[in-house]
């Protein structure tokens, strides 16, 4: 039970990079998420009311670009948005997945940096 006061609006993942503009670029083509802040160490992007943070990273031990980030962004209408990235290129027709044994409907792909990006539908 939440307490009256602060209410939860959302999340902000912020993913490693080793090319902001690049991957910036990518992100614009295949996914439709355009940058509404940017310098060359750090960027926001943003879809309708989802955003997605993109943090520089050296590669190094001391600033490893580690890659493997998750993030599951929940729709409606999984279907539509399923044959715009279809047409973008950033899936392939085989990668939609209904009814899991979780009950969603997803499909998923990966970033320029190994991030793996899921859509999302509650199958309920």
């Not at 001391?62 to 993030?71: A, H, M, R, Y």
């Amino acid at each position: 039970m939440m307490e009256k006061g602060t209410r939860l609006l959302q999340i902000v993942p912020v993913l490693p990079s080793a090319d902001i503009a690049g991957d910036i670029a990518w992100y614009r083509e295949k996914t439709g998420f355009e940058p509404f802040f940017q310098d060359e160490m750090y960027a926001g992007l943003r879809r309708e009311n989802l955003h997605i943070h993109l943090q520089w990273h050296a590669g190094t031990p001391e600033d490893p670009l580690l890659g493997g980030s998750v993030i599951r962004i929940f729709v409606e209408d999984i279907r539509s948005i399923f044959e715009e990235f279809v047409e973008r290129g950033a899936v392939s027709r085989e990668k939609l997945r209904m009814n899991t044994p979780w009950r969603t409907h997803e499909f998923g792909f990966f970033d320029l940096n190994h991030n793996a990006v899921f859509i999302v539908e509650n199958a309920e």
